[in-house]
């Protein structure tokens, strides 16, 4: 008797459980297939970054922080494997660092082109940093000559496979 209405106790609770997991619900993001909407800024050095301006153009653009050690090594693997392997896909990098001494010095020190490195001073934030919803992982993501989606979170393998 006890391990039957052990049983019971135990379909119950399951039942309540399901009942409360919301499946309606549509996920947020970026998924590969959907357009990625165009953002721009200006970085302390007067640069000024727009994505429609790489329309036509396969692109990779990888979001990172100088205090985020995986992420800085992923934005080193992508940009070697990059310049080495296709140097016509165009990388895009863009650091959330509030001190831009220490994002230059960084990109020295990690030997990146400076042309393709921009930082955005605002950091946490950043407009883009919030829209990208970048608190939960820093990502990367390959983009068609359209603009769309063909890949996120990249690394060099994953390049080859797709490219």
Request: net charge negative; glycine share 6%; proline share 2%.
């Given at each position: 008797?006890?391990?039957?209405?052990?049983?019971?106790?135990?379909?119950?609770?399951?039942?309540?459980?399901?009942?409360?997991?919301?499946?309606?619900?549509?996920?947020?993001?970026?998924?590969?297939?959907?357009?990625?909407?165009?953002?721009?800024?200006?970085?302390?050095?007067?640069?000024?970054?727009?994505?429609?301006?790489?329309?036509?153009?396969?692109?990779?653009?990888?979001?990172?922080?100088?205090?985020?050690?995986?992420?800085r090594a992923t934005n080193v693997q992508l940009h070697?494997?990059?310049?080495?392997?296709?140097?016509?896909?165009?990388?895009?990098?863009?650091?959330?660092?509030?001190?831009?001494?220490?994002?230059?010095?960084?990109?020295?020190?990690?030997?990146?082109?400076?042309?393709?490195?921009?930082?955005?001073?605002?950091?946490?934030?950043?407009?883009?940093?919030?829209?990208?919803?970048?608190?939960?992982?820093?990502?990367?993501?390959?983009?068609?000559?359209?603009?769309?989606?063909?890949?996120?979170?990249?690394?060099?393998?994953?390049?080859?496979?797709?490219?």
């Amino acid at each position: 008797m006890k391990y039957v209405n052990f049983c019971f106790a135990a379909i119950v609770l399951f039942a309540l459980m399901s009942s409360s997991v919301k499946s309606d619900r549509i996920a947020i993001g970026y998924f590969p297939g959907d357009e990625l909407p165009n953002f721009s800024f200006s970085d302390s050095d007067g640069r000024n970054f727009d994505l429609r301006g790489y329309r036509g153009k396969k692109v990779v653009i990888n979001f990172w922080a100088i205090n985020d050690a995986q992420s800085r090594a992923t934005n080193v693997q992508l940009h070697n494997f990059l310049v080495r392997n296709f140097p016509d896909v165009e990388m895009i990098s863009i650091c959330f660092d509030e001190n831009e001494q220490v994002f230059e010095r960084t990109v020295l020190l990690d030997q990146l082109g400076n042309h393709s490195q921009f930082c955005d001073v605002e950091g946490a934030q950043s407009e883009i940093f919030r829209n990208f919803r970048l608190y939960r992982g820093f990502r990367s993501f390959l983009l068609d000559e359209n603009g769309a989606i063909m890949s996120i979170n990249l690394t060099p393998e994953r390049l080859k496979e797709i490219l």
